[in-house]
C-alpha cells in the first residue's frame, strides 16, 4: 500500500525552527518529485514546495522562499522540510505528498502534521 | 504568484447536476493542461478526483467530469449523492514551475 506519514509538527514560538518529516511507503520512492503542501486552519491548500526524485532541484512558493528547505533522503525513504524563521501565518496543517509519475499533479497525500507558531 | 479564483460554495439536490469553475491566468491554466481537481471531506486528507484537465483517477465515479476553456477550468459532477459533500480545490502548474491551488469550494448536498 503506498503510504506518507508526516511527523514533526508541533508548537514553535515565532522565530523559531521546525524539521518535518515524511517516511514513504509501497513505492519507489527514488523514482518521484515530492511536494509539501500546507493548510491553515479553516483555510484552502497552499503549495509551499517541490523537489525532483535526485533532489537536486528544489522550488519554493514565494511565501516561504530563504526561510524553508526542502531536502529528501532516498536511502531512507524520506522527505524533509526544514522550516526557520517561524511567523503565526506559518500556522497550518503540512501535507506530504507524491508527484504523480504519469502526469503533471499530485496524486498521493498523507495525513498531515499540524505546525502552530505562537508564543 | 496569487491563488485560482473559485466560488466560495455551490450546492444541489442529490441527483442534480453542478459545476464548479476555476478561473487562472495565462500563467497557469491558460498555458497548461495540467489542472488537477481535489477532493476534501472534512477532517481528511485530499484525494484527486481529476487530473489534466479530464481525466478520471481509477475509483472515480464517472459522474466527475472536468474541462477546460482559456483561463478558466471547470469540475461538474452529475447525479449529486450525500457522499459527495466536500470541499474541492482546482490546481494547475503555472509558468514559474510552481503549483498554485484555488481557493476552494465547499459543495453541499441539500
Known amino acids: 500500500e503506498v503510504q506518507l506519514v508526516e511527523s514533526g509538527g508541533g508548537l514553535v514560538q515565532p522565530g523559531g525552527s521546525l524539521r518535518l518529516s515524511c517516511a514513504a511507503s509501497?513505492?519507489?520512492?527514488?523514482?518521484?518529485?515530492m511536494h509539501w503542501v500546507r493548510q491553515a486552519p479553516g483555510k484552502g491548500l497552499v503549495w509551499v514546495s517541490q523537489t525532483s526524485p535526485n533532489g537536486r532541484t528544489t522550488i519554493y512558493a514565494d511565501s516561504v522562499r530563504g526561510r524553508f528547505s526542502i531536502s529528501r533522503d532516498n536511502a531512507k525513504n524520506t522527505l524533509f522540510l526544514q522550516m526557520n524563521s517561524l511567523s503565526p501565518e506559518d500556522t497550518a496543517v503540512y501535507y506530504c505528498?507524491?508527484?504523480?509519475?504519469?502526469?503533471?499533479?499530485?496524486?498521493?497525500w498523507g495525513q498531515g502534521t499540524t505546525v502552530t507558531v505562537s508564543s | 504568484q496569487s491563488a485560482l479564483t473559485q466560488p466560495p460554495s455551490v450546492s444541489g439536490s442529490p441527483g442534480q447536476s453542478v459545476t464548479i469553475s476555476c478561473t487562472g491566468t495565462?500563467?497557469?491554466?491558460?498555458?497548461?493542461?495540467?489542472v488537477s481537481w481535489y477532493q476534501q471531506p472534512p477532517g481528511t486528507a485530499p484525494k484527486v478526483t481529476i487530473y489534466e484537465v479530464s481525466n478520471r483517477p481509477s475509483g472515480v465515479p464517472d459522474r466527475f467530469s472536468g474541462s477546460k476553456s482559456g483561463n478558466t477550468a471547470s469540475l461538474t459532477i452529475s447525479g449529486l449523492q450525500a457522499e459527495d459533500e466536500a470541499d474541492y480545490y482546482c490546481s494547475s502548474y503555472t509558468t514559474k514551475s510552481t503549483w498554485v491551488f484555488g481557493g476552494g469550494t465547499k459543495l453541499t448536498v441539500l
Open positions: 495565462s500563467s497557469d491554466i491558460g498555458s497548461y493542461n495540467h
Open positions: 505528498s507524491r508527484g504523480a509519475g504519469n502526469y503533471y499533479g499530485i496524486d498521493i
Open positions: 509501497g513505492f519507489t520512492f527514488s523514482s518521484y518529485w
